[in-house]
């Protein structure tokens, strides 16, 4: 079982910069595969952001070249730097853990933090 706590949200003028970090409890982060998402105000969640086990990084366009996700694993913890923050960036941000292989497969059980808000004013 894993616990994913997350941190860093707050309220950040455009153009601004904000950190998230999500500490991991419960098991090593070695074996997981990491991902950032967020949630505007409506039903739908969206990836942000993700990172593989040996630290190949992948992002969606909306946040390409804004956003740099990191991970550190002796500190068990997940980064996200978010630069040249939007209005439209403006949602609950969530990270999650999944073991997978080295080449990226997952399997098993997704674990979830309860987020952490951000929001953008233009």
């Known amino acids: 079982q894993v616990q994913l706590v997350e941190s860093g949200g707050g309220s950040v003028q455009a153009g601004g910069p904000l950190r998230l970090s999500c500490v991991a409890s419960g098991d090593s982060i070695n074996a997981y595969c990491l991902d950032w998402f967020r949630q505007a105000p409506g039903p739908e969640r969206e990836g942000a952001a993700t990172?593989?086990?040996?630290?190949?990084?992948n992002y969606f366009a909306a946040v390409k070249g804004r956003f740099t996700i990191s991970r550190n694993n002796p500190k068990n913890s997940l980064n996200l730097q978010m630069n040249n923050l939007r209005p439209d960036d403006t949602g609950m941000y969530s990270c999650?853990?999944?073991?997978?292989?080295?080449?990226?497969?997952?399997?098993?059980?997704?674990?979830w933090g309860r987020g952490t808000q951000v929001t953008v004013s233009s």
């Open positions: 999650k853990a999944q073991r997978c292989s080295a080449s990226g497969a997952r399997f098993g059980q997704e674990y």
């Open positions: 990172i593989e086990r040996p630290g190949f990084a």
